[in-house]
Every structure is written in structure tokens, then in C-alpha cells.
């Protein structure tokens, strides 16, 4: 089985390494992966410069462009065919509910989703502190049953474990649908050391809507492994028909 595999933090990042170790009980894991952090840059693709190919060492392959664009020199440049499989991550940090869109480990796995390969991506839930063994290990047999079963055309997983010392403090794997982040007054207006103001998104960290029952969010919250269905199709089928009734 050929595997590839990437992520948003980097080549160097400690959830990639874990990951990719874990992998190669599966078949043969070919690492292609940004050579510096390009977390939240979401599906970004890019096409207004030219793309740099560094191999490390062997299956072991650095690009200076977007999650996204490894995976295109991964598939296109480096193997000779399709991969059986693309895992993004052990993403340092959740990708959870209306964070999605933003996060370059989804993006890498929407990519794969595009090209029509089995797809996931992986992410811990902490923000320092991280234990990415039993991350890896919930990624390897989640990866051995999607290498098996396949997934639907343009159906990737998302899947978030929460941060715990051993694989035995996983309260169970649940299947669930994307939750909300509370998003609260994110910009911040400072003054640069030369008097010109400049503005720094992020501000204070809210937190997710836990309590929805279903939820990603609400599956981590009680320490259970959170695995969601994501499609490429961004289309609410749902209002499409009222939108019908619209006189557009
Ligand atoms: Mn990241």
C-alpha cells in the first residue's frame, strides 16, 4: 500500500513524524510536506510563482508552498501513481466545527478527496502539552478501515482525538457532524514601533458550542475521538429547493 501523507506545520513538526511512523506498519509512507508552518492557509493553491522540491531523504520530500501544493507535487511530482491513501496531520491543535474552512490539514485532505483518493485528517485536540502516540495509533486503524472500505467520491474524514498520556484514557470514537466555534471580537488595533497603526486577528480564544449534542466539538468535550464525514460539495442540497422558489 502507498501512502502519502502532509500537514500545515511543517516538515519538522513532531505530529507529522508520528504519524508517518505509525503509517509505515500499513505499506510504504511518502512524506511531502511544507518546509515551514503554514497552519491556516485552508485549501490554498499556489499559482503565481514557482515551487520548490527538496528531498530530505529518501520518501521524505520538503516544498516551500501550501499543504495544498504538496499534495499535487506529491501525486503529480514524486510517486508515479494515485496513492491508496492520504492522511494530513497529527495536526499540532483541533480542527473543529466553523474552523474547518481555515485549517491547511483539512485542505490537504479535500485535496486528496478531489483527486479521488481515500482521505483523512488527523488532529489533536491541545495547544501545548501534546502526546501524539495515541493520536497516531487512532490514525493508523482509522487509516487500515478507510484503506479497506474506500469512501464515498468526494467524502473525506475529519478527525480530531483528544490529548490523553495513553490510547487506554480514550473514552471511545464517535462518529459525528461539524459544530460551531464562538467567535468573539477578534481584531486588534495596535501601533507599530514607526507611529502606522496595524491590526492582529485572533484576540481572545471563546472556545466551541459544546453542548450540541452530535457535535465534534461536543465528542472531544468528553474525551471521545471525533470522526466526521466532509464533503468537497459545499452545496446546501437542503435549501437548494427553497432557493428554486426564489424569483431569481
Ligand atoms: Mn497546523
Same mark, same amino acid.
Request: glycine share 12%; charged share 20%.
Given at each position: 500500500?502507498?501512502?502519502? /501523507? ?18 509505515? #506498519?500499513?505499506? =510504504? ?19 503565481? &510563482? ?6 530530505? =531523504? ?9 499543504? %495544498? ?32 474552512? #481555515? !485549517? ?16 483523512? @485528517? /488527523? !488532529?489533536?485536540? @491541545? &495547544? ?6 495515541? @493520536? ?29 498520556? =495513553? ?23 495596535? %501601533? ?5 497603526? #496595524? #491590526? ?9 458550542? @459544546?453542548?450540541?449534542?452530535? %457535535? ?11 470522526? %466526521? ?20
Amino acid at each position: 500500500m502507498l501512502i502519502l /501523507v502532509s500537514n500545515d506545520d511543517g516538515i519538522g513538526a513532531a505530529g507529522l513524524q508520528a504519524l508517518a511512523a505509525a503509517l509505515a #506498519y500499513l505499506g =510504504r509512507v511518502v512524506v511531502v510536506a511544507p518546509d515551514r508552518e503554514r497552519s491556516a492557509v485552508g485549501h490554498a493553491l499556489t499559482l503565481h &510563482r514557482p515551487l520548490r522540491l527538496t528531498e530530505l =531523504r529518501p520518501d521524505w520530500y520538503a516544498v516551500d508552498g501550501t499543504p %495544498t501544493d504538496c499534495v499535487h507535487l506529491g501525486v503529480h511530482g514524486i510517486l508515479d501513481r494515485l496513492p491508496d491513501l492520504l492522511v494530513a496531520g497529527i495536526n499540532h491543535g483541533p480542527n473543529l466545527g466553523d474552523d474547518l474552512t #481555515y !485549517s491547511g490539514t483539512v485542505g490537504v485532505a479535500l485535496e486528496g478527496a478531489l483527486f479521488g483518493i481515500p482521505s483523512l @485528517a /488527523v !488532529s489533536l485536540v @491541545a &495547544r501545548e502539552g501534546f502526546h501524539f502516540g495515541p @493520536a497516531a495509533e487512532v490514525a493508523r486503524e482509522l487509516a487500515a478501515q478507510v484503506a479497506e472500505r474506500g469512501l464515498p467520491d468526494g467524502t473525506l474524514l475529519n478527525v480530531n482525538v483528544p490529548n490523553v498520556a =495513553r490510547l487506554d484514557d480514550l473514552r471511545g470514537i464517535r462518529t459525528t457532524r461539524q459544530g460551531r466555534r464562538r467567535f468573539g471580537s477578534g481584531v486588534e488595533r495596535k %501601533t507599530d514601533p514607526r507611529g502606522r497603526g #496595524y #491590526y492582529w486577528i485572533g484576540g481572545e480564544e471563546l472556545g466551541y458550542v @459544546a453542548e450540541d449534542p452530535g %457535535t465534534d466539538v461536543e465528542a472531544v468535550a468528553h474525551g471521545r475521538v471525533s470522526v %466526521t464525514p466532509v464533503r468537497t460539495d459545499l452545496t446546501d442540497h437542503g435549501f437548494l429547493e427553497a432557493l428554486r422558489g426564489w424569483a431569481l
